[in-house]
């Protein structure tokens, strides 16, 4: 295959990113050691530099570090869900002006393709600048001529400050790309996990540059052919996508680990449609409809020494449907159904499946359409984008506080609340 | 910043696109701490001034950092 030029895929990777968002409203953060906790404050999700130079790792439980955090006077945040994602779009934002080609890869990561765009190194520099001026979010880039080789580059410009940021893979001799691929542990490689780690050890493949060397049709009888893939990444033939439009989710799953130990079922059924009205507003939000609806309730597995009760039920719904008073119903008794006194419940959840764009609406001539709540939910989908998640509810909803997160720590919604504007 | 009509509990518009330039008012980040003043910045000399005859204007020493967080565009004030 003849290639006009090289391909030019940017990876662009916000460092820390919570730790980064929770620090741009609080300039005093700026050089704490801090990081931020998952659901339920229960482990760290995010560190800064300082943190991670304390040897905080990524995913320890909160209570493990408490001796290192007392010590270290390291600050701990709860997750604040509501500012990373507004903080991301506007991160997305700024970077899809510079290319009509962007992967938004995750909320904290976006490919851009800038293949045939002159002074790379300058464009790359001048994004990172410009987000960082405009949202403050500091931002590494990697550019390779493909996605594995960009998020490879990526980590280079994390790991080296020397690269000041930006990294450009395309921009080496082949020497320069061996030596360096030959300093990188393979556990490095995008889609390389800690399992594939070990094996491709026990085959001797302990670098990167083994893995680009490996002989292929061997590679391809032991590890299959993801791997392969892989490996023609990094002897940068283009293997995997772009993805511009993100694919229509096939399942909408809402669940949450309470707070504290729920008893009671009404409190267990108010936790239940708050779970429904996300996912339906989700359903919604993609233009699906689900035909499926399956609620589960689980006790808490860690604790043996109280009885265990983790029931399950999916029902059809009778006509497909994204209306959350109707799919609210079918919770409510799905809960009622499975729901039995003397266990402490820890989680619950709902999932939405068989889901199918609302165009396709078949009626059933059993089962009469029901009258549409359709201008219903819009409205309340206008209203809850207007004035706020939860702004208007179901009745079930949000009676019974008990089983909400624990977020002790959370900061105020800066970007999305305006009651909760920065105060100087 | 009394002397050109921002007062206590009003909101304000920050740009941060926008580069501050000299005579903008600011939201500035002084030793960890956000402030809102004048910048002054001529001849190698960067000065906040507060507007209010109250406070005196801020020298920016040396070693001192300075950061502009943005540009403050508009004030909402609240008549009520």
Redesign the interface.
């Known amino acids: 295959m003849v290639r006009a030029h090289v391909q030019a895929l940017v990876l662009v990777d916000c460092n820390n990113f919570y730790v980064s968002c929770e620090r741009i409203f609080r300039p005093d953060l700026a050089r704490v050691p801090m990081v931020v906790l998952s659901n339920n404050d229960g482990c760290v999700v995010s560190r800064s530099n300082e943190a991670k130079a304390l040897g905080v790792k990524m995913g320890q439980p909160w209570f493990e570090c408490q001796p290192l955090a007392q010590a270290h006077g390291i600050l701990a945040m709860s997750s604040n869900y509501a500012l990373y994602a507004d903080m991301s779009n506007r991160v997305m934002r700024i970077l899809g002006e510079f290319s009509p080609n962007q992967e938004v890869y995750s909320i904290d990561e976006s490919f851009v393709d800038l293949t045939g765009t002159p002074n790379l190194r300058e464009v790359s520099y001048a994004m990172r600048e410009r987000v960082r001026t405009w949202t403050g979010m500091p931002v590494c880039v990697g550019i390779g001529p493909t996605k594995t080789l960009a998020k490879l580059a990526n980590h280079v410009a994390k790991k080296h400050p020397r690269s000041q940021g930006v990294f450009n893979y395309n921009a080496l001799t082949n020497a320069q790309k061996a030596a360096l691929l030959k300093r990188i542990p393979v556990s490095e490689v995008w889609g390389v996990g800690r399992k594939l780690t070990q094996r491709l050890l026990a085959h001797g493949v302990e670098t990167v540059l083994d893995l680009r060397e490996a002989h292929i049709p061997s590679l391809r009888a032991e590890f299959g052919v993801v791997m392969e893939k892989t490996q023609r990444e990094l002897q940068e033939t283009p293997c995997i996508q772009l993805e511009e439009v993100s694919a229509d989710k096939q399942q909408i799953i809402a669940s949450r680990s309470f707070g504290s130990m729920v008893t009671d079922l009404p409190v267990l059924k108010d936790a239940l449609s708050t779970f429904v009205a996300n996912a339906c507003a989700k359903l919604r939000a993609q233009n699906s409809q689900a035909a499926v609806i399956q609620v589960f309730l689980q006790t808490n597995r860690f604790r043996k020494d109280l009885p265990q009760y983790s029931p399950s039920l999916a029902v059809p719904l009778p006509q497909p449907t994204h209306d959350t008073l109707v799919v609210n119903r079918w919770a409510d008794a799905l809960c009622e159904r499975m729901f039995r006194e003397g266990y402490q419940y820890k989680k619950a959840g709902v999932m939405l499946s068989e889901l199918s764009p609302v165009t396709h609406q078949q009626d059933d001539w059993l089962e009469a359409s029901p009258p549409g709540h359709s201008k219903l939910m819009q409205a309340l989908d206008h209203l809850n984008a207007r004035y706020g998640r939860g702004a208007v509810k179901v009745s079930t909803q949000g009676a019974y506080q008990g089983w909400q997160m624990r977020q002790e720590r959370k900061s105020p919604n800066y970007t999305t609340d305006w009651d909760d504007v920065p105060v100087v | 910043m009394n002397g050109i009509g921002i007062y206590e509990g009003d909101?304000?518009l920050v740009d941060?696109?926008i580069e501050a330039k000299h005579g903008n008012i600011v939201?500035a980040?002084l030793n960890?701490?956000?402030?809102?003043k004048r910048l002054y910045r001529r001849g190698g000399v960067v000065k906040l001034i507060a507007e209010n005859p109250l406070y005196p204007p801020i020298t920016l020493k040396d070693g001192e950092e300075l950061?502009i967080?943005g540009v403050v565009t508009r004030n909402l004030h609240k008549l009520y």
């Open positions: 909101e304000l941060r696109s939201l980040v960890d701490d956000f402030t809102v950061l967080w």
